[in-house]
C-alpha cells in the first residue's frame, strides 16, 4: 500500500487512459500518457469524471481521487516533476577578455581572406572570355552577281552562303 504523506505538490506527471475526447483539454483525443499537469488541470479532470492515474518515480501507476489528486504519493516533495538545472560554473568554460578579442580577430582576418578571395575569383571569371568560333562570311558586292540568284533587296540568298562553305 502507498503510504500517503500530507505534504502537497503543484505538479505532477499523469497519464489519462480515456480513448475519446478530452473536453477540458481542448478536445484532444487520448490516451494521454506521461503528461505533466498541474494539479488544477488534474483537479478538473477527476470532477468531468476522467480516469487520471499518477506516474510514480519507479515506473508504477496510482489513480487518482479527489482526496489524493494533490498529494505527494513519490514522497520527494515533488522532485519528480522538476527540472533542476545546475549553472555551468566551471571556469574553464568562461573565455578570458584577451582569448575573446583573439577570437574575434581571427574572425575578422577570416572574413577578409574569404572576401579577397571572392574577389580575385570574379576578376578571373571577368578575364575568362568565351568566345565561339563564328565563321566569317565573305562581303557581296550589291553590284556583283551570285548565279543570277538574289533577294528582292539585291541581297544573296542563304542557299547562296551554304552552297560556298
Known amino acids: 500500500m502507498i503510504e500517503l504523506i ?29 503528461r505533466r499537469m498541474s494539479v488544477h488541470e488534474i483537479a478538473t479532470l477527476i470532477q468531468k469524471r476522467y480516469p487520471v492515474n499518477e506516474v510514480l518515480v519507479d515506473g508504477r501507476e496510482v489513480k487518482l481521487t479527489m482526496a489524493n489528486y494533490d498529494m505527494d ?20 568554460n568562461i573565455p578570458t577578455k584577451e582569448e575573446r578579442e583573439e577570437a574575434e580577430l581571427e574572425a575578422q582576418i577570416a572574413r577578409e581572406e574569404e572576401e579577397a578571395a571572392k574577389k580575385k575569383a570574379a576578376e578571373e571569371a571577368a578575364k575568362v572570355v568565351t568566345t565561339t568560333p563564328v565563321q566569317a562570311v565573305p562581303a557581296q558586292n550589291n553590284n556583283q552577281k ?10 544573296p540568298m542563304v542557299d547562296d552562303l551554304v552552297a560556298k562553305k
Open 6 to 34: 500530507n505534504e502537497t505538490v503543484d505538479e505532477k506527471i499523469v497519464n489519462i487512459p480515456w480513448t475519446g475526447p478530452i473536453l477540458p483539454m481542448g478536445g484532444i483525443y487520448g490516451p494521454i500518457l506521461n
Open 73 to 92: 504519493l513519490n514522497g520527494d516533495g515533488g522532485a519528480a516533476t522538476r527540472e533542476v538545472k545546475q549553472p555551468n560554473t566551471n571556469i574553464k
Open 146 to 155: 551570285n548565279n543570277g540568284k538574289k533577294d528582292k533587296k539585291n541581297r
